[in-house]
């Protein structure tokens, strides 16, 4: 999942004193580019209200997925797992890009939720 990709970054880029803004340009050159490109100002503004699919939506699809896929998808649990612990925190009904912002504050790794 793009979104959490990009939150693990932008928490990594935070614990190496790294600007936010420089870190964004170097994703948007990547396999996160599209995502970035999309979610840039929300990003920036920190502002996920303006919602085009929302979090819980996207924790629904992914439940989905996980419950029939055939073998285990381990990032995908994971990215889950964040989304269930955002929803919970009710962030559920913004963009699903909050998850970015979501992941970026966390000092724990999705592996570490409980």
């Not at 994971?78 to 912002?101: T, V």
């Amino acid at each position: 999942m793009a979104a959490a990709g990009v939150g693990e970054s932008l928490r990594l880029a935070r614990h190496l004193d790294l600007d936010q803004e420089t870190v964004l340009k170097t994703l948007a050159g990547g396999p996160l580019g599209w995502t970035v490109g999309q979610k840039r100002d929300m990003i920036l503004r920190g502002d996920y209200s303006d919602t085009s699919f929302s979090l819980e939506l996207l924790a629904k699809d992914m439940g989905l997925t996980l419950s029939s896929a055939e073998s285990p998808l381990r990032l995908t649990g994971a990215a889950l797992g964040y989304l269930l612990q955002a929803s919970a925190e009710g962030l559920g009904g913004l963009d699903y890009a909050a998850l970015i912002g979501y992941v970026a504050s966390r000092d724990t790794a999705a592996g570490d939720l409980s």
